[in-house]
Structure formats: structure tokens, C-alpha cells
């Protein structure tokens, strides 16, 4: 009976060509084994145990891919499984499971599994989700919305123990939340470890508790870092590719050293099902809030009282700025420490205590975990010349109002005039648009059409407030501006534009 060979890069493999194929899975499985391991080839017969031994890439490969039964068995007793009870959960949520849609084709198997014909729906709905004991004393950790809401919360131990657990203090900006339940011995705990030093690459386990089915392991990677889903003011994730299921969340990210660098938290996913892209808070994040829901019952933030935006390109020019970069001031919150301090309306700060700041959350994060009373450096660009300014952070107020963002960014090609249409702001036209009688500037009365400053974001009806790092309160105050612009050849001039309480510096560019 004649042979052929399939080569891989590290070995080859004989195969019979007629073989029938009557076991299909049972042949793919076979013929996997032996591209794995080296140690079989393939005959007529059969599978049967070859004679040469693993070559070197075939160990070099082996031990690329270690087990990572040692560490799941050391970390898995401190993983459990957080079950909350209340009215607003979905009845058909139970178990973790997601809701079945009216009609739908589920095999009858699972749909006793779900919907458990012939007994009746509890009174109180249930949700599941994981966590983990962050020391013997049983602090637990998990996020916020397993919890929210929850009118009774339940922590179901490795060994099947269930303990009634108090919520100690939430955090919902960082969708955290630390739960304590009493026991008698000390509890296994998990180290938290440094998500800094995770590369790109490196391996993880992802351990929950999905779809209720009990305690789950799960590998994948590290696929990103830093990335931001616009869940929260401070969203810095751990993209990783381990799935991350249903009942998943506030499960740990370990990493293959058995620290917890993350808490699974979201997953990307426009069909509902697990398709490898999932985030994980880091464990810095973790062990900073931890640490003042266990002291306080609540997280206590910096606060800056700036509103805030990206520096753009167009910005930087019209700054005087080399590239885009730092944050720019776009207004100071009365009442607050940067009110108070020596920063002004369109600075640009570049740095905050020796940290650069290459995008605006850079500085709302930092100013965050910066404790209330304390001195911050900030370098600032201002008017063309930088300049060192301290002043001491605040705490922020209950409220949400540190570094508001405006998301929008201009998009500006550029046109061979600004297309704008300015009138002074009298009595009249304050009464007539329902402005305040403190309002100052100079009112947009029309924007051409595809100009300049239409397509750079100015709409009629707004304010024009500053130009460049100057107020302006009349029509020939900014034509001046637009002058001596043109004359010193920038590619854009800045303008301070609030429409509706809102401030905003747009840059709108001229023509080359």
C-alpha cells in the first residue's frame, strides 16, 4: 500500500492516501496528536508509535506551551462564585444565563436547563457572577455591576461553602466593589500583582465562574494595553483574547506566575457570544481603590476643576506648540483649586509632576489618584514660553465634574477664508437669545456654508470668547486677530467658542 508524507517545519508525518475516513473526528484528533508530539505516524493500520526520538524543535515547542495546572490548582481556591438576589434581575437571567428570546430554537436539553419546566419562577430574580479573597479575613473583590442593585449577596467558596456577604463600598467610575463575609478560619488568598510589567504577548488565565456551571479556567494572551472603551473617566484595560463569559465578570486576570494583574470586566462583542477580544481592569487600579473602600466605604479622588480637551494639530500650530501634545485648559469650574491658582484658560499643560501628558485622560487619571492637600508640579505652555506653576489638589466633590471632555474634534480642510459672520453682543441680543447678563464676546451670527469654520465646528448661535489666548468682545477685535494671524503666516488661528455653557477652543486653519 503506497505512502505519501505531509512535512511540517519540524517533522514528517506518513499518510495513506485511501484511507476511509468512517471516524472523522476521531482521525483529525489522531492525526493533531501526531503533528504535536512526533511520536506517531500514520499506516493503514492505524496510528502506531514511531521509532525515532522528539527532535529538538519538538521540545523546544513543548516547552513553550508549560501546563498551567500547578498554577490553577494553587489560585482556584480563592475564586468564587458572588450570587445576588433582587427584583430588577431578569427571571430568565437565572444561573448567569442569558435571557431566552420568544421562540427560540434551543434544543430541549437546554431548554429544561434554562427555563426548568414544571416548577415555578422564584419570586426573587438571581445573578451570578465571580470574585476572588484578597486576604484571610475575607474581603472579597468583584465589580460593581454583579452587584448593583443586588438586595442580597451571596459568596459561594471553592469547596461549595456559601457565606452571606455585606458590600463594603463600591466604586462605579472603575466598576469595582469589595464585599466581606465572616468566617472563622483564615481564607486562601491571592496576590496582587504589577499589570506594568505585562508585555504584549505574555501568557494569562482568565478563572470565573461562567454561565454557573461552576469554577473555570480559561488561557489566552495579552493582546493590548491602555485601551480605553469609553465605559468610565478612567478606563485603562488590559485587552486580552482568554474568553471572558457570562458570569466571568469580576473574576481575576492571572498572570502565569499565579498574581492577579486584572479583573475580567467586558468583553467586545456585537453577537453577544465570546469572540476573544475581552478587557481586564489592571491591578494597580484594583489595589488602589481596595484600598480606600476598605479603609473609607468609598473611593476619595484629586480633583483639578478644569474642563479639558486634546491638543490636535491644528491646535499645536495655532498654539506655537512643535507637536501635538499635553492637554489644553479649555475652562477653569469656579470654586475649584485651578480657579484658585495661577493656571488660566488656554494653557497647555505638558507635564504633572514630571509626567508627560500625551492625551487629556492622562491628566484626569493622574490628578485622580493624587490624594487631596497634595502639592503638583505642572509645566505649562503659555503664550509661547513654558512655565512651572504648583498648586495643591483638591478632593473631589461627589459630583462628577473633574476634566470634562468635549469628544468632538475638528475636521478642517483648509478654505481660503473663515466664512464667519460676527455681531457685537448688545442688550438686545442677549435678551433676544436668553443669554446671561455676564455672557462676553462676540456673537456668531452665521457660518457660510463649507467654510473654514463650518467645517471646523462653529455654528451660529455661539460665542466667540478668545482668540488665541486673548478675550474679545467685539467683531473688530477678532478681524484684528485674524490680521495679525495671517501676517506672522500660522496655518490656523484659535478660537475659544461656548454655545450653551459649553467652551470649547477650536482651531480653524487658512489657506496656503
Known sequence: ????????????????????????????????????????????????????????????????????????????????????????????????????????????????????????????????????????????????????????????????????????????????????????????????????????????????????????????????????????????????????????????????????????????????????????IPAETVERVVADLRENGRVERGWLGVQIQPVTEELASGLGLDRATGVLIADLIPGSPAAASDLRTGDVILSAAGQQLTSAKDLSKLVAATKAGTPVTFRVMRDGTARDLTLTIGRMPEEDRIAAMPSEEADTPERPRLGLYLSPLTPELRAERGLDADAVGVFVAQVEADSPADRAGVEAGSLISMVGTESVDTPEQVVAAVREAIEEQRESLILRVEKEGRPLFIAVPFAT
Open 1 to 280: 500500500m503506497s505512502q505519501r508524507r505531509i512535512t511540517t517545519p519540524t517533522r514528517s508525518i506518513a499518510v495513506t492516501p485511501w484511507l476511509p475516513l468512517r471516524h472523522p473526528g476521531l482521525v483529525s484528533a489522531t492525526l493533531a496528536l501526531a503533528l504535536a508530539s512526533g511520536a506517531l505516524y500514520w499506516s493503514g493500520r492505524g496510528a502506531v508509535a514511531a521509532e525515532q526520538p522528539m527532535s529538538a524543535n519538538a521540545r523546544v515547542a513543548s516547552a513553550a506551551f508549560p501546563s498551567f495546572a500547578d498554577v490553577a490548582e494553587r489560585v482556584t481556591p480563592a475564586v468564587v462564585n458572588v450570587s445576588v438576589k433582587a427584583e430588577s434581575v431578569s427571571p430568565m437571567a437565572l444561573q448567569g444565563h442569558p435571557a431566552l428570546p420568544p421562540g427560540a430554537d434551543v434544543p430541549e436539553s437546554f431548554r429544561r436547563f434554562f427555563e426548568q419546566p414544571g416548577r415555578s419562577m422564584p419570586r426573587e430574580a438571581t445573578g451570578q457572577g465571580s470574585g476572588f479573597v484578597v486576604d484571610s479575613d475575607g474581603h472579597i473583590v468583584t465589580n460593581h455591576h454583579v452587584i448593583e442593585g443586588a438586595g442580597e449577596v451571596t459568596v459561594v467558596m471553592n469547596d461549595g461553602s456559601s457565606h452571606v456577604a455585606r458590600v463594603v463600598g463600591v466604586d462605579p467610575k472603575t466598576d469595582l466593589a469589595l464585599l466581606k463575609i465572616d468566617v472563622d478560619l483564615p481564607l486562601v488568598a491571592v496576590e496582587l500583582g504589577d499589570s506594568s510589567k505585562a508585555r504584549v504577548g505574555d501568557w494569562v488565565l482568565a478563572v470565573g465562574n461562567p454561565f454557573g456551571l461552576g469554577g473555570s479556567v480559561n488561557a489566552g494572551i495579552i493582546s493590548a494595553r491602555g485601551r480605553d472603551i469609553n465605559s468610565g473617566p478612567y478606563d485603562d484595560y488590559l485587552q486580552i483574547d482568554a474568553p471572558i463569559n457570562r458570569g466571568n465578570s469580576g473574576g481575576p486576570l492571572f498572570d502565569i506566575g499565579g498574581r492577579v494583574i486584572g479583573v475580567n470586566t467586558a468583553i467586545f462583542s456585537p453577537s453577544g457570544g465570546n469572540v476573544g477580544i475581552g478587557f481586564a
